[in-house]
T-cell receptor, first 114, second 111 residues
Framework: DSGVTQTPKHLITATGQRVTLRCSPR?????VYWYQQSLDQGLQFLIQ???????AKGNILERFSAQQFPDLHSELNLSSLELGDSALYFC?????????????FGPGTRLTVL | GQSLEQPSEVTAVEGAIVQINCTYQ??????LSWYQQHDGGAPTFLSY????GLEETGRFSSFLSRSDSYGYLLLQELQMKDSASYFC????????????FGKGTMLLVSP
């Protein structure tokens, strides 16, 4: 158990819909990262927040957005969903300043778009 | 652009030694990490190399050559539970702490 929690575990929805994925980082971690994992694209970095502020952006689509709240939990919002958005979405957290940049991953949310 | 290359699959037997190679091309580089992921589970951190050379952690070792943009993960005394996917990842492409992952190497350990 990494100490990172994600809800829900599974999500099934239809094309065109909007969903929100939630992540609570490990106690004390200020950085939160979102990743998308699909069979053809592998594990792709989407976005990072550090202490409430957006720190870095990766391959995040315009239809996706995220935020980190004052209690440091984070939400990833996916809208106008397409079949290709079906994937495993991981949240990870880190202290943000460690030398090794070790990231602790949550169990993931499996999103299925029908 | 950025790219990381690693073999898609490696097979070995229990007790053997296996090496998983990773070559990378990125615009920014701070270090090379390795993560393990069991089927459908969360990736877990194995090692990190920022400087050239070998880092050893128990049965696992990781090596980096910055001049060759190359690293490897060495797994010794293989056990069945080592069957998993192994990802190399570089930090620095989108910022110091962000990770760009390779596509992963599936390791199958047989008895």
């Amino acid at each position: 158990d990494s100490g990172v929690t994600q809800t829900p575990k599974h999500l099934i929805t239809a094309t065109g819909q909007r969903v929100t994925l939630r992540c609570s980082p490990r106690s004390g971690d200020l950085s939160v990262y979102w990743y998308q994992q699909s069979l053809d694209q592998g594990l792709q970095f989407l976005i990072q927040y550090y202490n409430g502020e957006e720190r870095a952006k990766g391959n995040i689509l315009e239809r996706f957005s995220a935020q980190q709240f004052p209690d440091l939990h984070s939400e990833l919002n996916l809208s106008s969903l397409e079949l290709g958005d079906s994937a495993l979405y991981f949240c990870a957290s880190s202290v943000g300043t460690s030398f090794s940049n070790e990231q602790f991953f949550g169990p993931g949310t499996r999103l299925t778009v029908l | 652009g950025q790219s990381l290359e690693q073999p898609s699959e490696v097979t070995a037997v229990e007790g053997a030694i296996v090496q998983i190679n990773c070559t990378y091309q990125t615009s920014g580089f701070y270090g090379l990490s390795w993560y393990q992921q069991h089927d459908g589970g969360a990736p877990t951190f194995l090692s990190y190399n920022a400087l050239d050379g070998l880092e050893e952690t128990g049965r696992f070792s990781s090596f980096l050559s910055r001049s060759d943009s190359y690293g490897y993960l060495l797994l010794q005394e293989l056990q069945m539970k080592d069957s998993a996917s192994y990802f190399c990842a570089v930090s620095g492409n989108s910022g110091y702490s962000t990770l760009t992952f390779g596509k992963g190497t599936m390791l199958l350990v047989s008895p």
